[in-house]
């Protein structure tokens, strides 16, 4: 029925005020007002149109998307909207688009690089986008060692230029988003090499295409990398090969902030540390852990909406059967995913604040911080990103076969968002930084120097090493301080035991190969208990709005106790808890799992996320799933005839076969 809110009697057994939640999610009463003001002008402009994207062939896809960007970005011009304006209408288009490395890699590198001549030169020409450009890091043999590139930026003193050179096929560079068919302009990573000496990777500002007609300009080959995982999905996006064949680039389009180049050929290295040429990647990291927050909210969503709507077993004497949200093991796949979406969106606000912070302190010349920035950037990346990817799945299976269908939205979300699990840093690789980072805190413990940050619980390692859990009821589970001890002594002790393994071996790197299993394990550990503090650290401000930090409360002790159940191997191992405990956080876990259940269909309400946005039959905010899921079937093109094209080549010859056959 058009127009009825089925899920109404749901909205109405809420404990909280919805509104003063959506404030919470979104930060702040003016970060809502934009964020809703936006979403409602995207979804109501027939150009942002989403629901035709799965039925696209590859080049429609991709001149839906520049026609949609251009439009974007004649919006954006026409409205004068703000920065943050602009930025949530890019997030409800909900479309990967070259426009992503322009604003979030290529004028970041430029800025986090460049020198102030530079920044002059370059940004006014971005920001106006009268140059596109991409980040072209990654080659076709290497993208985790950034060390490893090969691609050659040689200087040649007898014209003041760089010559750009691919020496090898695996040098080609091959990934990067907007560089196959769109980009004007690169900042490329290669190899520097003065007078036959190599002095690493750095970034260089190379044309590609020419301003006049588009075309690669002489020496360099460009194009689109093929087809990528799901329909629709990440394909819009133009992925790209490349490839120099001795392009000559003038010596100030290297970008000299980390280090300089002079005329005369002189390699000069700034007080700033090496590392900070991978300073795009730490702001990436960042804005891509904000991002698992709304990806898995979205999926959480529409499996919430789904699960009190959709009905299985159950009915007495006719009456009616139980809404699947009802079942135990629904709310405990379900719900631990609702509670981590909230998790993720607090760690990322403390995650922006702690990346505002350390570039403050950069321009300041204090490099202190960087490698606690490193660390927590890479580990909380990749924390999140598994997370919500494996969420994402796990709400199509809570969806049964409906999520199945792309009507559902959860295909192509999926699609959408699993590479994040791989861009900006394989989620192993960067749990090896964060292992490598907790090992040298636990190697200095003994040298005075007193770890601070998110590592301070290290300096209590002796109280954490035998500390023993307080809980002796269920109800005990629900102390911070009680959750943070087990949490904190797990963390502490899991690297311990990784420090004391490394020591049976002569050389510390085998040791850190052999052991890296472990090691990534003893970095899930530390990361998990980032976020959980840091959800504690939320609920220690002042929350307006009647019941709403109640239900934080029940939401961040349901992250914690689902991590614990999950991971009870490594409490139980380490001896932070004993079995009896184990089981009463289980008991407790159960409990709070029914507080949720009424406030669940208000809780997703929260995220203020419009029908458009969200794509999906099933998510429907009036939960009017049936009808709609009846007539979106009959879209399907396949359905434009009754009798299939290819009838009569295929299915009738089979069928007349069959028929003479039988008559013989
Ligand atoms: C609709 C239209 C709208 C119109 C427009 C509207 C406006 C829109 C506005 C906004 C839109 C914005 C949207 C933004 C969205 C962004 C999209 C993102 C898409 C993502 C696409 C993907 C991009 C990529 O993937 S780029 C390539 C990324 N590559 C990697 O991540 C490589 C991974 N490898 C590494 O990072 C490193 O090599 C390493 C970490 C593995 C280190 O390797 P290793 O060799 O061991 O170490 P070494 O290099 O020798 O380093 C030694 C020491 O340095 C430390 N260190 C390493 N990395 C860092 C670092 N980053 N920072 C600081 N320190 C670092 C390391 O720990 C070592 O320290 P030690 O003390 O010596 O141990
Ligand atoms: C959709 C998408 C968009 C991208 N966009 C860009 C872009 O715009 N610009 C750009 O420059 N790049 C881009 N990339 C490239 C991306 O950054 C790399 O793919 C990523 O960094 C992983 O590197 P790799 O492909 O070399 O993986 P590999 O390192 O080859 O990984 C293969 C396997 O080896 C394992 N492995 C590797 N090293 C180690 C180790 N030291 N210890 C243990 N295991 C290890 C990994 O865990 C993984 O299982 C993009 C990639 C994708 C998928």
Redesign the pocket.
Known sequence: MEGVDHLASERSRAQFDVEEMKVVWAGSRHALEVSDRISRLVASDPAFRKDNRTSLSRKELFKNTLR??AH??KR?TELRLS?EE??R??FY?D?P?F???H???FIPAIKGQGTEEQLQKWLPLAYKMQIIGC?A??ELGH?????GLETTATFDPQTDEFIIHSPTLTSSKW???GLGKVSTHAVIYARLIIDGKDYGVNGFIVQLRSMDDHLPLPGITVGDIGMKFGSGAYNTMDNGVLRFDHVRIPRDQMLMRVSQVTREGKFVQSNV?R??V??T??Y?RQ??VA?ASCALSRAVCIATRYSAVRRQFGSQNGGVETQVIDYKTQQSRLFPLLASAYAFRFVGEWLKWLYTDVTQRLQANDFST??E??ACT?GLKSLTTSATADGIEECRKLCGGHGYLCSSGLPELFAVYVPACT????NI??LL?VA??LM?TVSQLGSGKKPVGTTAYMGRVDQLMQCHCAVQRAEDWLKPSVILEAFEARSARMSVACAQNLTNFANPEEGFLELSADLTEAAVAHCQLIVVSKFIEKLKQDIPGKGVKEQLEILCNIYALFLLHKHLGDFLKTGCISPKQASLANDQLRSLYSQARPNAIALVDAFDYTDHFLGSVLGRYDGNVYPKLYEEAWKDPLNDSVVPDGYQEYIRPMLKQQLRNARL
């Open positions: 949609k960007t974007a970005w954006i920065e602009a930025s209408l890019r288009v479309e688009a426009t992503d490395l604003w979030g890699m980040y890091q990654t993208g985790s060692n950034v060390q990934w990067p988003g540390p590392q900070l991978y300073g990647m730490v990436v804005t891509i991002d960087l490698p920035a490193h890479a861009y900006e840093g394989d690789v960067l930084q490598r980072f040298k």
